[in-house]
């Protein structure tokens, strides 16, 4: 089992940048991958960004390519989001998720078991 906790969300300009942070406890961080997700108003909750356990191989939603940088420091605990160039559309909470099920792919909510509460981020224009 696994608790998450997220920080770092606020109110930015666009064009800005916020750097999410995600905590872990236990000692199984490093067995699990890591995404963000956000959740949008009135929106289904949506794929952001995936990083590998190793912290190898890093994934992103089509909207956030190029903008978002998914990291994570294993000896932390801890995954990060930086979010650059950021437009009123990033306007969501976002969660961070530990995966558990290998069984389809990164992008799909029901391979991770574990989510954190989320953290508001609200970007005006």
């Known amino acids: 089992q696994v608790q998450l906790v997220e920080s770092g969300g606020g109110l930015v300009q666009a064009g800005g940048s916020l750097r999410l942070s995600c905590a872990a406890s236990?000692?199984?961080?490093?067995?699990?991958?890591m995404g963000w997700f956000r959740q949008a108003p009135g929106k289904e909750r949506a794929f952001v960004a995936y990083?590998?356990?190793?912290?190898?191989?890093?994934y992103y939603a089509d909207s956030v390519k190029g903008r978002f940088t998914i990291s994570r420091d294993n000896a932390k605990n801890t995954v990060y989001l930086q979010m650059n160039s950021l437009r009123p559309e990033d306007t969501a909470v976002y969660y961070c998720?530990?995966?558990?099920?290998?069984?389809?792919?990164?992008?799909?909510?029901?391979?991770?078991?574990?989510w954190g509460q989320g953290t508001q981020v609200t970007v005006s224009s």
């Open positions: 236990g000692r199984t961080f490093s067995s699990y991958g």
């Open positions: 998720a530990a995966r558990t099920i290998w069984r389809r792919s990164y992008y799909e909510l029901d391979e991770y078991a574990y």
């Open positions: 990083i590998t356990r190793s912290g190898g191989n890093t």
